[in-house]
Antibody
């Protein structure tokens, strides 16, 4: 069974940093593109970033580029999101998401999410 | 970026009735459109890809159609477990973008 379990969320002050982790199991992690998607309270979904199987390619939306860094450790079956210079508008539930093995960037498995609250 | 607009924001439907949800793209996304279902406090669940192909294990009461800029998700006979928020997502034009969701509620 595919499982994605996020951790690392919490309350952080504006300008602060946080590192999210995602532990993957039930599939061959190193064979999949992985993503982070977030959902602000009461809002819709927003794709943030993805990373290639071997970590050689990474892509970000403009609003987090230069502040957030996606990375992975295939030996540990883990995905990470380093978030710096956090803003109030970064408050959201952050989901670790697997891209389908098929052609196309749609998402077949999602974690339960971890809540990040940016507030003083 | 490609803006995805879903309508209506809320749809009130009685159990057993049909629900029709719309998703419009600000530019063509070909048939590269997916649908997800989200229940309160849960992660999204993958339903449909390629605008019309159901994911593994998704009941056939869920069907998708459309191409280009206009898409529809139809739930033929609503079951109690189908009351949720539904999101469309395009994966033709980077960055990948989602609609704001349609909430299907019990009438």
């Amino acid at each position: 069974e595919v499982q994605l379990v996020e951790s690392g969320g919490g309350l952080v002050q504006p300008g602060g940093s946080l590192r999210l982790s995602c532990a993957a199991s039930g599939f061959t992690f190193r064979s999949y593109w992985m993503n982070w998607v977030r959902q602000a309270p009461g809002k819709g979904l927003e794709w943030l970033a993805n990373i290639k199987q071997d970590g050689s390619d990474k892509f970000y939306i403009d609003s987090v580029k230069g502040r957030f860094t996606i990375s992975r450790d295939n030996a540990k079956n883990s995905l990470y999101l380093q978030m710096n210079s956090l803003r109030a508008e970064d408050t959201a539930v952050y989901y670790c998401v697997r891209k389908t093995p098929m052609v196309g960037d749609y998402f077949d498995y999602w974690g339960q999410g971890t809540l990040v609250t940016v507030s003083s | 970026e490609t803006v995805m607009t879903q309508s209506p924001a809320t749809l009130s439907v009685s159990p057993g009735e049909r629900a029709t949800l719309s998703c419009r793209a600000s530019q063509s996304v070909s048939s590269k459109l997916a649908w997800y279902q989200q229940k309160p406090g849960q992660a999204p669940r993958f339903l449909i890809y390629g605008a019309s192909t159901r994911a593994t294990g998704i009941p056939d009461r869920f069907s998708g159609s459309g191409s280009g800029t206009e898409f529809t998700l139809t739930i033929s006979s609503l079951q109690s477990e189908d009351f949720a928020v539904y999101y469309c997502q395009q994966y033709n034009n980077w960055p990948w973008t989602f609609g704001q969701g349609t909430k299907v509620e019990i009438k």
